[in-house]
């Protein structure tokens, strides 16, 4: 079975070893730790791949979907979507001079974004509408595309953008270069990520699912736009994942990554379906190269997702022993 | 430039061939009369394809969206769902003894599907909702295949999936053959199309963008379902198109081919992005062959859009001129 996966990878590899930064000739999964997790990833892989095995799958059928926050890239301290929120905040403050004593904004301002957040469900849609919502679609692309080129991770200095795990990388690459489409099914703005994940994951926008506000088609001045209105369309999260898989994607995936209990639904689904199925959680025990956190967590609580995981045997990658690296600015 | 297109074709012609129903070796674009609109669409991949040229799009940008109803399919001398609903509200009937004096579904199981079509918007929300909610996404989709293996036209006796254009279907293979990803982007039931767009026109599940109902996960004892509620979701017509192709692609087409003022602001949304565009009607001119119909049409009416072509330029196709064959089936 192993001849098959290999002779599979020889070209497409060379198209996708860009993305992950994986140098031509090199081991695929170069960063994951033999055994455990990766095993179970191999293993799969080389069922669905191999013809005439009674566990093989049709190209077209080779689905994998991704959650995003703390799967492909962190999350810690705040999702960072988050930051993008507060400086956008900061950014269009002098058009709204009432925010200086209206909260969530006020608290915004002063750079406690945890207050702000904190101030409950409705003081996030707000912040959410009054900076994702009153422009085109276009508009709206050019200003993620530019805060993205510059935004920095609080902590480590580095762009967010480098803030992605090498080993998901190279998983993303080796599944595609085994005739898999890749999805990204994740909580956070389909069109906060679309500008970036061709070029940080390989992943192009027609192949994200994410939360989403409404749109509008309009004809300004003879110009159609998109205008986006501050009225929420969709939120793809929990039970929202499995919903959004089947809008966009139309069928059920045979591989499901995540990494808390918002993934939950998208793994129940994913495996649900006949044949072979690979449902992996990721789990953050490393608080010396990364974070450590789980059940107790309010970002990426991994609580009831543990308990099925073990229920069902589903893969669970500890991120401390499965990973030889972390980040693709660690020194190997 | 021609050279370019040709090279490029080698390889992929091979994959797409079988869909196409065009042989190996056989001219792309056979079935189109030289000229006109088929000069207009050779042309306009020539220009983008080609490295180098100042028009050259990168593959990944390479996005061709397609209306169904009328453009790659007929629509005459209804929409095809609409026999569908007629087929299913005759198949559920015995489980409602009420329908049988109820308005629109007492026309429909006398047979009359123009009188209960005609019977207002009300009463095609309630026929679509009794026919496409109440089940599972797996049900639906089981429903639609066995439905759709059998369903012939009433004028030609032949299957619905017979009743598409032949020079269409070598155009999306010949567009995927230069690099293209091409969509469905059409007013009709998006898991109404999915289960069998792949088979007839090449195009999988993901890439099929249309009209929607809104879904619930739900665990049944146990295990999880897509629950098909009575309640729309998004209707993808008219000023819905260019909202439906940003929610599901992402990014703005570089073509678009639509048949009537349905699909005028998607060929707007299309036609105002920068660089090379390609803007086509089919107009159905051929009453001999297949239908001849446009600005007084209750089905498919071409009547705006067909003043915006003339006015901006755009290529509008004469079946009756630019086609050698219309359908599959008919002789050479």
């Given at each position: 079975m192993k001849r098959n996966v290999v002779t599979t990878l020889a070209f497409p590899v060379l198209v996708t070893a860009a993305v992950a930064g994986v140098a031509w000739g090199e081991e695929p999964l170069a960063s994951w730790n033999e055994g455990g997790a990766k095993k179970a990833i191999v293993d799969f892989v080389a069922k669905v791949t191999?013809?005439?095995?009674?566990?093989f799958v049709p190209v077209a059928e080779r689905i994998a979907v991704f959650d995003n926050d703390?799967?492909?890239?962190a999350e810690q301290p705040l999702y960072f979507q988050a930051f993008f929120v507060a400086d956008r905040v900061r950014a269009l403050a002098p058009e709204h001079p009432?925010?200086?004593?209206e909260e969530p904004f006020a608290s915004l301002l002063k750079g406690d974004v945890k207050a702000a957040l904190a101030a409950g469900e409705r003081a996030v849609v707000a912040m959410m509408m009054a900076t994702h919502?009153?422009?085109?679609s276009d508009e709206f692309e050019r200003v993620v595309r530019q805060w993205i080129a510059a935004a920095r991770h609080p902590?480590?200095?580095?762009l967010l953008t480098e803030m992605v795990y090498q080993p998901m990388l190279e998983l993303l690459a080796w599944l595609r270069a085994n005739g898999f489409k890749t999805f990204i099914v994740s909580g956070g703005g389909i069109d906060f990520m679309r500008p970036w994940t061709e070029r940080?994951?390989?992943?192009?926008?027609?192949?994200v699912v994410g939360s989403s506000i409404k749109t509008k088609f309009e004809l300004r001045d003879g110009v159609p736009v998109l205008l986006r209105l501050p009225?929420?369309?969709?939120v793809d999260d929990g039970p929202g994942k499995p919903v959004g898989i089947q809008r966009h994607v139309g069928r059920r995936p045979i591989a499901a990554f995540g990494n808390s209990d918002g993934d939950l639904q998208m793994l129940q689904w994913t495996a649900a379906g006949p044949g072979p199925r690979l449902c992996l959680y990721v789990r953050h025990t490393d608080a010396e190269r990364e974070w450590a956190y789980d059940r107790?967590?309010?970002?990426g609580r991994l609580d009831k997702g543990l308990d099925e995981a073990t229920a069902r045997g589903w893969t669970v990658v500890d991120m401390k022993a499965d990973w030889k690296r972390v980040f693709p600015f660690e020194k190997e």
């Open positions: 191999t013809h005439g095995s009674p566990d703390g799967t492909l890239w009432e925010w200086a004593t919502a009153g422009n085109t902590k480590t200095g580095r940080v994951y390989g992943i192009p926008p027609e192949q009225e929420i369309d969709f107790a967590s309010s970002i």
